[in-house]
């Protein structure tokens, strides 16, 4: 089945560690989204990628980065996780930017 | 006033009820509507689609539309305790344009 993985799907770090989360997928999609969820808040939006245009949310920290070496992966980097930064990360998929977005099953990060 | 209006709930309805979960808009440009069905410590399943105003069914839910009224609602029938879950609306606008969510409505179906 087509889909979207996400790995690891639970990450430890401690603080100021960096961490890289990543993204796959295997629906060929251009589009590539990075949001973080806080328990019971809407996803937030990072950023995106259209094909190899990456898309920064203004409100985004400049903690996290991004990076779409091929057209089927995606990771998430956090260069100095702080305690504020634990959430579910999720990523998404979409042939369009108004298209339905898919998404994967997340990846939980806790900061220590 | 938010983009996306959602009541967070709790709602909770003996199995079998008809639910009735509901979002409001301000941006008059929305034209792409979406619900997302989340269950706890999982990623945002897609459930419902819709292009503009109208109604779509889908087996037991039934989404719609009001573009007038910036209003959309998604309807279960015959809810079952499968269906307890937190509920998503996320709609986007022509273009370039990232979706925007709702805060979600907790929905607990008791058997």
């Known amino acids: 089945d087509a889909m979207v993985i996400q790995n690891p799907r639970y990450q430890v770090t401690q603080f100021g560690k960096p961490v890289t989360l990543s993204c796959s997928q295997t629906l060929n999609h251009n589009v590539m989204y990075w949001y973080q969820q806080k328990s019971s808040q809407a996803p937030k939006l990072l950023f995106h990628?259209?094909?190899?245009?990456?898309?920064n949310e203004a409100d985004t920290p400049d903690n996290f980065q991004s990076r779409r070496p091929n057209t089927s992966f995606c990771f998430l980097d956090i260069r100095s996780p702080g305690l504020g930064d634990a959430a579910m990360y999720l990523c998404?998929?979409?042939?369009?930017?108004?298209?339905?977005?898919?998404f994967g099953p997340g990846t939980r990060l806790t900061v220590t | 006033q938010k983009e996306v209006e959602q009541d967070p709930g709790p709602l909770s309805v003996p199995e079998g009820a008809i639910v009735s979960l509901n979002c409001t808009y301000s941006?008059?440009?929305?034209?792409?509507f979406m619900w997302y069905r989340q269950y706890s410590r999982k990623g945002p399943e897609l459930l419902m689609y819709?292009?503009?105003?109208g109604n779509k069914e889908d087996g037991r839910f039934t989404a719609q539309v009001d573009k007038s009224s910036k209003y959309i609602s998604l309807f279960i029938r015959d809810s079952q305790p499968s269906d307890s879950a937190t509920y998503l609306c996320a709609m986007s606008a022509r273009g370039n344009t990232p979706l925007v969510f709702g805060k979600g409505t907790r929905l607990s179906v008791i058997a």
């Open positions: 998404a998929t979409s042939q369009s930017r108004v298209d339905e977005q898919y």
């Open positions: 941006n008059s440009a929305f034209q792409y």
């Open positions: 990628y259209y094909d190899k245009d990456f898309n």
């Open positions: 819709t292009y503009s105003s």
